[in-house]
């Protein structure tokens, strides 16, 4: 299947800095990525879609000043966690789907643990 | 918009065992419902899908039907081993490259 690749896997920052996570996809072109958000135990939660070229859409309650994206290119999202706090910490994922396929299936990223101290 | 629903929350079996996760869907315009299994501190893996033009797909000890009139899907694992142990994950959408939304997930456990 396609490969979606995410970096770093592991961060851990203190309050208020800012931390940037990469989405890649390797072998095809992703005009749309997702971005979600999943703590201990719970679901995966959407927060954005991330569009190339163009604004991403932020889920309702997502602060979107916050949690910036950028979506440069078509193998390439970026999620920057701007003014980082304690409750910022959790599991990020990304997702990506093969836009050449047609196909629904969606591959995510490896996912990056964020730890605010 | 989507509200999926997953039961049962967490499930223990016993090896061997058939184990059964059931979701429901809210928008009759989804036609997309992939089952994900994600062990610990991993990403979600496809395991199975199904399209909304189909009752039923298996896949060796895998099988999901669905009941578009009633919109609700299961995910049948038979046989089941303890590497099945994991939390699993249904998902419901309306097209292609449209966002997938999740459903609350089930913690399975295989007991040996």
């Known amino acids: 299947g396609a490969v979606v690749s995410q970096h770093p896997s592991r961060v851990i920052c203190k309050s208020g800095t800012s931390v940037k996570i990469e989405c890649r996809s390797l072998d095809f072109q992703a005009t749309t990525m997702f971005w979600y958000r999943q703590f201990p135990k719970q679901s995966l939660m959407l927060m954005a879609t991330?569009?190339?070229?163009?604004?991403?859409?932020?889920e309702q309650g997502v602060e979107k000043d916050k949690f910036l994206i950028n979506h440069a290119s078509l193998t390439l999202s970026t999620l920057t966690v701007t003014s980082a706090h304690p409750e910022d910490s959790s599991f990020y994922i990304c997702?990506?789907?093969?836009?050449?396929?047609?196909?629904?299936?969606?591959?995510f990223g490896q996912g990056t643990r964020l730890t605010v101290v | 918009g989507e509200n999926v629903e997953q039961h049962p929350s967490t499930l223990s079996v016993q090896e061997g065992d058939s184990a059964v996760i059931k979701c429901t869907y809210s928008d009759s315009a989804s036609n997309y419902f992939p089952w994900y299994k994600q062990e610990l501190g991993k990403r979600p893996q496809l395991i199975i899908d199904i399209r909304s033009n189909v009752g039923e797909k298996k896949d060796q000890r895998i099988a999901v039907t669905l009941n578009k009139t009633a919109k609700h899907f299961s995910l049948h694992i038979t046989e089941t081993q303890p590497e099945d142990s994991a939390v699993y994950f249904c998902a419901a959408n309306k097209a292609a490259g449209n966002k997938l939304t999740f459903g609350g997930g089930t913690r399975v456990l295989v007991k040996p």
């Open positions: 991330s569009n190339e070229g163009s604004k991403a859409t932020y």
């Open positions: 997702s990506a789907r093969d836009a050449g396929q047609g196909a629904a299936e969606a591959f």
